[in-house]
């Protein structure tokens, strides 16, 4: 009795306890994905645990938001990117997560100091690591019968599209190729890339545990599995941080560099 309680009480700390996730998922199946293979299935599983292993939580807070390109927008439906800002949700307890919104004002709306705040009419990408043990059925027998890869120790990922109504209340359905596509492309590169997030030491408040980073812009070429290739092997994945951060404005310091560059080869002439 005492274990059924202890497992009870376990699940409902998951579901219902203090944290700055909208909850645990919301029993969508990526085998229920029009059009999806199960090598697809194995291949964002996979992608999935690449980025897990790198612990992007240990430093990332949800008011860290990021940028993200994936090849041009013409690639994608409507000729724009599909969940191009993201966030990292868990670093302080709770749910262990990303959020990718669709606009950078969806993820304003939506992030506080210490919550997510369900705002009405926002539409948003999830990808929750929930523990194999508090999953639905119809994810537990997916896992076993493809033989997926966990992220972490008994940890998979679900992945749904979520939406707050005008009421506040949680609807849900399942992504589509085309988004997690997108997806896969951004959990290879982020892996890859979160690494070179460099402190900024100068804005670090001293009773804040929150980082902040130098400006970040780098971009990185990543490999589609063959049951994901459009057209080219490979696409560019470009992650910025804050959003929009551009290539111009991290080299602004050039033309100063190549001034200084220049004096001292006139000096060393005038010698």
Not at 156 to 182: A, K, M
């Amino acid at each position: 009795m005492d274990l059924h309680l202890k497992k009870l009480f376990g699940r409902f700390q998951d579901q219902f306890g203090s944290g700055p996730g909208l909850g645990p998922g919301s029993g969508t199946c990526l085998m229920k994905v029009d059009g999806i293979s199960p090598s697809f299935i194995k291949s964002i599983f996979k992608g999935s645990a690449a980025l897990f292993r790198t612990q992007p939580w240990k430093r990332l807070r949800p008011g860290h938001l990021f940028g993200i390109r994936v090849g041009k927008d013409s690639d994608w439906s409507g000729k724009k990117q599909p969940f191009p800002f993201v966030q990292f949700i868990g670093g302080d307890g709770g749910d262990i997560a990303f959020y990718m919104f669709r606009t950078e004002n969806d993820a304003k709306l939506m992030t506080d100091s210490r919550e997510t705040i369900r705002a009405p009419n926002v539409e948003l990408l999830r990808v929750t690591y929930e523990l194999e043990s508090l999953m639905f059925p119809s994810n537990r027998r997916m896992i076993k019968s493809l033989s997926l890869e966990a992220s972490g120790p008994d940890r998979f990922p679900v992945i749904d599209v979520t939406h707050c109504t005008s009421s506040g209340e949680l609807g849900f359905r399942n992504p589509t190729l085309e988004e997690l596509r997108f997806v896969y492309a951004f959990m290879k590169a982020f892996s890859l890339l979160h690494p070179l997030l460099e402190e900024d030491k100068e804005k670090a408040q001293k009773l804040s545990r929150m980082l902040y980073f130098e400006p970040f812009i780098e971009t990185v070429d990543v490999q589609w599995p063959p049951e994901m290739v459009k057209g080219n092997d490979f696409v560019v994945v470009t992650i910025s941080h804050p959003p929009g951060w551009t290539y111009e404005e991290k080299a602004s310091s050039t033309p100063t560099e190549n001034a200084e560059s220049s004096s001292l080869e006139e000096a060393l002439v005038s010698l």
